[in-house]
Structures are given as C-alpha cells and as structure tokens.
C-alpha cells in the first residue's frame, strides 16, 4: 500500500498511512486487491479519521471482485467508480513472428505470405482479458483498487515524480489538483491502451478480408475468424460499460452543489472537460469495434458471393462445353448406326466428310457462344 500526498506544484510518497490528513491538497492511496482484502479494518478506520465516514460494506465488496464490470455508484460522502482496463497493453509483433497472442505474421495484410497464413493466430477474448481498477473519491483522498502488477499505478507513481522533478515543465504539465483529476487522468491513460489496441484488431481483421477474397485461397480459417469477431463483441461490451460508467460520473458533477468561489466553478469545469474526453476516447474505440464488424461481416458475405459466382462460371462453363460436344455425339452416334445403306459409308472421303462437318460444327459453336460471352 502506498500513500502520496499532492498539493500545489509538489508531491510526496509517505512512509504509511498518516494519523490526519495532511493540511492542504490531497492524499492518493493505492494499494492492490489482496493488500486491500488484507488490510481493509485498517483503511477503514484511516478513512473515517480523514473524512468522517467508511466505505459501505457493499462498495468494498465492489472493490475486491475481480469480475466486476466498469459501473459507478456514490453516496453523499464519495463516489465509487470501477473501470476494466487491459490486463497488458497491446504490442504489434515483429513480421514473422506468431508468438504474440492475437498477433498475424504477415507485415502486409493486402499480400500476406505462406508463412503468415499459416502463423495466424486469432484474436481471441482471452488475448483481450481485462481487470477492474476500483476508484473512491472523497473531497481529499483518492482511494485506488489495482490488480496485482499493475502497469497504470506503476507509471503514475513514475510520472508524479517525473512532474516534481521538472522533467514535463517544458510540456506545460502540471500536478494534479483533486482526486477526482487524477481519477480522469488514469482512466484516460486506461482508454488510450484500448486506442492502441485498434491497430492490432484493424490488422488481423484485414488479413483475413483478405484471405475471405482471394480468388486462389480456399478460406478454412473459420474458427479464426469467429474467436476474432467474439473478441470484438467482448470489446464493445466492456466499452459500452465503460462509456456507461463515465456518463453517470459526469452526470453527478451536475448534481454537487453549486460554488460561489470561481477557482471552484473552474475546477469543475475542467473537470466536465476531462471527463468528456474520457467519453470521446471509448466512443472512439467503440466506432472502430462496429466498423471492423461490419467490414468483417460484409467480407463474409461477399466472400460467399464469390463462391456463388464462381460456382455460376464454372457450371456455365460446362454448360457450354457439353452444348458443344453434344452435336459431336450426335454426328458420331448417326454414323455409328448398324444400317448398310448409310452416306459416305462405302466411300473413302467419308471419314474425312464426317471430320470436317465435326470441325465446323464444333468451331461454330465455340464462335458462337463467345460473342454470347458464355465462354471467357
């Protein structure tokens, strides 16, 4: 468990949980699910020091299940609020290598290699798995829920020190000024994973476009294809809880009290800002999911399309192949006749007659039919 305390243009990690709150800024508290199962009497008893009140036994439960969806609750003293991220952030493989999870060998979608097809690997909802990171807000204090290894707390623990120290002071970077700014800030950095995560889907899902409309491919990688379109239900379905739970956040902004104090109105204001890119970030993944269906649906479709009209083609061609050596037989089978008295029967031009009339008729055909366009 680690406790960092922000106020004004610094930060400090403490040694432990303080006896009272520190006068001015606020306290960030983080731990991971195990620690908090571990030492939940005694944050309790921190937090009704600091604030005056506990979490609600059901809210904590909240915070310890690993299953839960991304939702938001609040009460009168704080707001919970729970966000799925990406259990690893997602990488784009090297050309060649089918050792990533989700990952297809070929560097070019639009002309994939033998090796790439046999390398590829499907995106499937278990390359997608994604844990909970629970938030209380207080006026003061930020409590944080991690899973265990969690890059998110690793990084902005990193990046505070990174502010303090000046490294960002070019950038115009500032500390955070309330728990509710941090809160926005990590959430965003979890929905930026999912921004990155759409090249990854946008690739496997053109290679096997691809492969669905290669004329010279026969397309057995159904099962790829449906763990991939499985993986992109899951991903909408956590987005859409996610935009869910962000929507209710800033719908209580509207419901605090109004201030008088104008550094206050703009606080929150900023506030409103951050949570509405928050929004336009997962509406962001949230088109791409639906447009990468829908191109995979219509690649399915057009992908039996062709098979219709290549199956059309070669039963006219057939068609058109018997249509020609039908006459044929039936000049073979005249001539063929058990009868004495038949033409060119007796004669030695006769097999010669009969060649030529077989010739004519045949290339007749043929002429014929290709100014139809039946052949070609």
């Not at 006068?23 to 195990?34: A, N, P, T, Y």
């Not at 929507?247 to 951050?274: I, Y």
């Not at 089978?333 to 077989?358: Q, R």
Request: charged share 25%; glycine share 6%.
């Amino acid at each position: 468990m680690q406790a960092v305390h922000l106020e004004a243009d610094r930060c400090r990690e403490l040694t432990g949980l303080p006896q009272v709150l520190p006068v001015g800024g606020f306290l960030w508290i983080s731990c991971e699910r195990d620690e908090l199962a571990a030492t939940q009497d005694r944050l309790q008893e921190a937090l009704h020091r600091w604030t005056g009140t506990r979490l609600v036994w059901l809210h904590l439960s909240d915070l310890l299940n690993a299953q839960l969806p991304s939702t938001y609750d609040a009460t009168s003293a704080y707001d919970l609020l729970v966000f799925r991220r990406l259990a690893a952030s997602p990488a784009t493989p090297e050309p060649g290598n089918g050792t990533q999870p989700g990952a297809c060998a070929s560097a070019d979608p639009r002309n994939p290699s033998p090796q790439g097809r046999a390398d590829l690997a499907p995106i499937t909802p278990d390359a997608l798995d994604t844990r909970p990171v629970g938030f209380a807000v207080f006026d003061r204090v930020l409590l944080t829920v991690h899973p265990p290894a969690c890059a998110v707390r690793e990084r902005y623990l990193k990046r505070l020190a990174d502010l303090t120290g000046g490294a960002d002071a070019r950038g115009g970077s500032r500390l955070p000024t309330s728990s509710a700014e941090l809160m926005l800030r990590m959430l965003n950095h979890m929905v930026d994973s999912y921004l990155d995560l759409r090249r990854l889907l946008t690739r496997q899902l053109g290679l096997l476009q691809h492969l669905l409309l290669d004329p010279k491919s026969r397309f057995n990688d159904w099962h790829v294809l449906l763990d991939s379109r499985n993986a992109l239900n899951l991903l909408e379905d956590t987005c859409e809880d996610q935009r869910s739970a962000v929507q209710e956040w800033m719908d209580s902004l509207d419901e605090w009290p109004a201030s008088t104090d104008a550094a206050e109105r703009h606080e929150r204001e900023l506030l409103r800002v951050r949570s509405r890119d928050v929004i336009e970030h997962i509406d962001r993944v949230l088109s791409h999911v639906r447009r990468l269906e829908h191109s995979a649906e219509t690649a399915v479709q057009m992908h039996f399309s062709a098979l219709g009209h290549r199956t059309n083609d070669i039963m006219r061609t057939l068609t058109v192949l018997t249509a020609i050596f039908l006459p044929l037989n039936l000049i073979t089978g005249f001539f063929g006749m058990n009868f004495d008295a038949l033409p060119w029967i007796h004669s030695s031009l006769g097999f010669w007659a009969a060649f030529a009339l077989m010739v004519a008729t045949g290339v007749g055909l043929v002429t014929f039919f290709r100014r139809k366009r039946y052949l070609g």
